[in-house]
Nanobody, 125 residues
Framework: QVQLVESGGGLVQPGGSLRLSCTAS????????IGWFRQATGKEREAVSC???????FQSDSMRGRFIVSRDKAKNTVSLQMNTLKPEDTAVYYC???????????????????WGRGTQVTVSS
């Protein structure tokens, strides 16, 4: 079973940036499409972004232009660069893995089998 671990969350002021990372021990992430999701208190989990196994990124429309997903195959890591953060970006951020090869990935949480435990991002002054 793939075990994913997110890191990089924390407290940041509005307008600031954070970089989240998703890693896996014992598994090569490049075999998987990786999705980023977030869940704010009292709300449903929503898609942020995903990246295909080949490295093609896809963004949720609401976060396009501020959030950038990328892969580093040498480090076996998928990162989510978050810029111009807003208080409404406050949430627990999760990465998830989907066994899917090629140039596509899904922004539907039901397509993902493996999930990390999440990292808290708080945007506040």
């Amino acid at each position: 079973q793939v075990q994913l671990v997110e890191s990089g969350g924390g407290l940041v002021q509005p307008g600031g940036s954070l970089r989240l990372s998703c890693t896996a021990s014992g598994y090569t992430l490049s075999y998987y499409a990786i999705g980023w999701f977030r869940q704010a208190t009292g709300k449903e989990r929503e898609a942020v972004s995903c990246i295909s196994s080949s490295g093609e990124p896809f963004q949720s429309d609401s976060m396009r232009g501020r959030f950038i997903v990328s892969r580093d195959k040498a480090k076996n890591t998928v990162s989510l660069q978050m810029n111009t953060l807003k208080p409404e970006d406050t949430a627990v951020y999760y990465c998830a893995a989907q066994m899917l090869h090629g140039d596509t990935c899904s922004l539907s949480r039901s397509d993902y089998v493996y999930w990390g435990r999440g990292t808290q991002v708080t945007v506040s002054s």
